[in-house]
């Protein structure tokens, strides 16, 4: 029942009725509360929808990865794996710099 359990969560975690969700993706209103309960499980065009319009990856969304990333920070990935090599370890040389500062302080906090 993971779908139903995440599609439940995302929605109300952005604020989103069922009534704006079936607007956006074009269902019939009984649908979503179908889903969220997990009597039905939609096909993967439906699927696809639901997590555009929720701004959310479907491999989240349908159990697939426990890695809740938005919509932005897939395009950003997408972005960085068509530079080139220097300038991909650059970025990460920057964001290993501030996992690493965010931990530090995370440790000396305690």
């Avoid at 710099?97 to 530090?104: G, H, K, M, S």
Wanted: charged share 30%; hydrophobic share 45%; glycine share 4%.
């Amino acid at each position: 029942m993971v779908f139903g359990e995440r599609l439940l969560s995302i929605r109300k975690a952005k604020k989103s009725s069922q009534e704006e969700l079936v607007k956006a993706i074009g269902v019939h209103a009984p649908v979503i509360g179908r889903y969220e309960r997990g009597e039905v499980k939609p096909l993967i065009e439906v699927a696809i929808k639901l997590a555009d319009a929720l701004q959310m990856s479907v491999d989240y969304l349908v159990g697939n990865s426990d890695m809740e990333l938005d919509k932005q920070t897939l395009n950003r990935m997408q972005q960085m794996a068509k530079m080139p090599d220097a300038d991909r370890m650059q970025i990460f040389m920057v964001i290993d710099a501030l996992i690493r500062d965010f931990n530090a302080k995370k440790q000396y906090a305690v």
